[in-house]
């Protein structure tokens, strides 16, 4: 008997209450039913997206959800600005060209967060520019991006915040309404504990208002359409119906832990997790600006090929953790934190951890990253 532990930024694990769920008969979707299960889900989103806008639910990936955003927002041959600080920064500059937009891309190296001197230089350089488009958290890199600076940034300069949470939404403080952030995206299976299948959405005014001008080609992906239906609590098309139910469930779970509790929850994750990766003689990639999402660790020279310890860790030990993406690959390590994870979580991932590095002959004191774990639990009593 093995178990099997997943400590990957997306999926993330399910609850056992949330997996109940999918073993019910469906419901119909054009019930009353349904638009009172919805309109308790509405009601959700916008306490997790802090929020008084309409939080839309889209049926697809958080990609599919980025895609909605350039189709719905723009016009084509418009200029836009992309803070490409990993892999997923890069697909919004894919996306741009892909849609016939012009981005301009602020590339940044792998590890780095955006300073916000260089988008304002950035900015001042384009200022025919419509939006910039980020990663609250750029889940290749383990970073987390200066949201709050990035939308005053934006707003000054009377450009849209387009901001990608789909690793930060949910696992740290993002205010919508307070920070200005213009559009705000999440997917289902990260923080919110769900299978992949849905992917959430909400404009500002200032964004509903580029929309009216949007003139690229959408269908499927038609955020006025939604909008229309799901303030009547029903949705354009036949929606994840068994996702909602569960998403239900999980937004209910955040709601009783309190969203700040669950901030501080991953805060404290995070925390353990860097210090145990310390104690180890390894190195975070980012060393200023670590995301409390996920733990990107760069593989010691002493081990030639880093893709090894997420092989080793899967199938010796059960604990199935990332490695890196493209350039990264073979270079770093990726452990998350986020989502249904609590303090043990990350216990069981560092032990792995530690029994593969000594396998593969890292030198350090076994134990001792479990030993830092411990020692930041105590120091910081369960929020
Ligand atoms: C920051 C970020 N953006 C976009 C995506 C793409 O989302 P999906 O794979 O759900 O389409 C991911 C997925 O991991 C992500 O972490």
Request: charged fraction near 20%; include cysteine; proline fraction near 6%.
């Amino acid at each position: 008997m093995r178990k099997t532990y997943l400590l990957t930024p997306g999926p993330t694990p399910i609850p056992e209450s949330i997996s109940a769920l999918f073993a019910k008969p469906i419901i119909h979707h054009r019930t009353p039913a349904f638009q009172n299960l919805f309109e308790e889900v509405r009601h959700g989103l916008k306490y997790l997206y802090q929020t008084k806008g309409e939080v839309l639910l889209l049926t697809t990936t958080g990609t599919g959800a980025m895609e909605t955003a350039i189709t719905n927002l723009f016009q084509k041959g418009q200029k836009v600005i992309t803070i490409n600080g990993g892999k997923f920064g890069e697909r919004w500059t894919q996306l741009a060209q892909t849609f016939g937009l012009h981005p301009i891309e602020i590339a940044l190296p792998p590890g780095d967060a955006l300073e916000p001197a260089a988008l304002e230089e950035c900015v001042i350089q384009n200022p025919d520019a419509r939006a910039i488009l980020f990663q609250a958290s750029e889940t290749s890199t383990g970073v987390v991006m200066p949201t709050e600076d990035i939308c005053r940034i934006a707003s000054r300069a009377g450009m849209l915040s387009v901001c990608d949470a789909i690793t930060a939404c949910g696992v740290f403080d993002l205010p919508m309404d307070t920070w200005g952030i213009d559009v705000l995206i999440t997917g289902s299976q990260k923080a919110l504990m769900l299978p992949p299948g849905l992917a959430m959405i909400s404009l500002s005014e200032k964004a509903w208002q580029a929309h009216e001008r949007a003139d690229l080609p959408r269908f499927y992906f038609d955020l006025s359409r939604e909008r229309h239906a799901q303030t009547k609590n029903q949705t354009a098309w036949t929606p994840a119906i068994s996702l909602i139910q569960g998403l239900q469930e999980s937004l209910r779970m955040i709601r009783d832990e309190g969203l700040h509790n669950v901030f501080k929850r991953h805060e404290l994750l995070a925390k353990a997790t860097r210090s145990a990766v310390k104690a180890l003689h390894l190195e975070l990639l980012s060393k200023k600006a670590p995301s409390n999402a996920v733990t990107a660790v760069i593989v010691p020279s002493s081990i030639s090929d880093g893709k090894l310890i997420p092989k080793l860790m899967r199938d010796k030990h059960g604990v199935i953790i990332a490695g890196g993406q493209d350039e990264l690959e073979g270079k770093i390590i990726r452990l998350s934190h986020f989502g249904y994870c609590d303090r043990f979580d990350i216990i069981t991932g560092i032990s792995a951890l530690e029994l593969t590095l000594q396998e593969l002959g890292h030198s350090f004191e076994l134990g001792h990253g479990v030993r830092a774990i411990l020692k930041t639990y105590s120091e910081n009593p369960k929020p």
